[in-house]
């Protein structure tokens, strides 16, 4: 008996979720056209397929006793008398209020029972009020599945973090653009991946060439990949938004060559296309998504929090890895972001606002750059915080970065740091628009030009 009500799903009830499509009209920007790849022909995962792709390591996790016991506690409330929780008595907290007032004018206010439970431990899997708001969350901007939970996590790196540590055993293939966020290459590094690297055009990864690649190795027997790791919406460095009938080819070849992918989304609320790009959790009629989101570009970041929405078997797994690693993410955090996403049009307001925003700084660095013509090539990034330059006539620009433009006091970031071998030589820089103010952007160009050109006399 003590088993069978330790039982995850049992805690959860999944399959009894109910999910509002109810959402504001800005929002529904994100959402999703009804998934029209033609994927009848492909299986869905089951329960057990989950297992071929789970590393020896994280096989071993077993559920931590006191931490089941918590989330119990959270399901039972008053139906029993507890001796079992090993939970400080929050009557001795010195807090007693606590109040954040907001910019647009409603303060948000936890105090009472709410301010306890959010200075309380909670289950490692989220704080469960905002558990059920994220998985409403989720099904109304991404269609997410029912066959898909959530787990809180400490930012989207931590999940990039946990979702290798389940998924990557030394020497495995993982997918991965040619240019890579550099947070997510040193999370891989250490399990020796084997790379593939996928070269990427205006609309980012290419499909056709993502195939030719895969079909290869089956010709030639080679491991194939179980994981492509990838931005979709603005991603860090290139600034490039993958187009929904992209999305849809690789996810189907996700489906053809038997791969997850790990969509990693922090910048969804950022982009500057005007054209609506479909996640690829909205088209997981198989069970192949592991979708990041992150509470951190949009809201805070030193609030560290983070989301894992992916299939059911494989969000247990990793909350096993939390309750060892971590307990769970800061309660506080959780409790302040419940209450931001749960004013949905207030969501719809902020993400349009900071869209506006981040759209208006682009523009301005994009103006301030053009001192740089000739001497460098971009694009305006499509999404997200950053320019991603090619300067001519420079084969490698580390050196230019940490001496000559870092001697003038100009802070750049050279394009080594999103290449798996760091050792290679890169003509590229990423510059970051999002909180340089718009008064020193055209003296930041400029000095730019400057340290291009010395780097030419040398
Ligand atoms: N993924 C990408 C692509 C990022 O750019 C970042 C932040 N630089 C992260 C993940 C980490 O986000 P978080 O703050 O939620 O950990």
Redesign the pocket.
Known sequence: LFKKLLDLRSCYELSKIRYSDDIPEILKFYSDTPASCQLDKYPKLTEDDYTRFITKKAMKREPADTRQITKLAYKLGKQVISLAEGMPNEEMFPFARLQLSTKTGKDLVLEGSELAAALQYMPSQGYPALLTELRSLQRALHRAPDTHDVLVTN????A?YQCADMLVEPGDPVLLSEYT?T??LSVLRPYDPELILIAEDESGIVPETLESVLESRLMRGLKMPKLLYV?PTGS?PTGLVIPEHRKKQIYELACRYDFLILE?D?YMFFNYTGIRTPSFLSMDVCGRVLRLD?A?KAFS?GLRL?WLTAPAPLVARAELHSQAELLHPSTLSQAIILRVLSDRAALAEHAARARDFYLARRDALGEALQVLRGLADWTPPQAGMFYWLRVHGVDDVYDMVFHRALSRGLLLVPGQAFMFDSAQRCSHLRLTFSKLPLHLMAEAALQLRDVILEEHKV
Request: charged share 5%.
């Open positions: 930012g989207a790196q931590h990039i966020y947070g997510a931005v860090n990693d922090p992150s951190s970041a983070g």
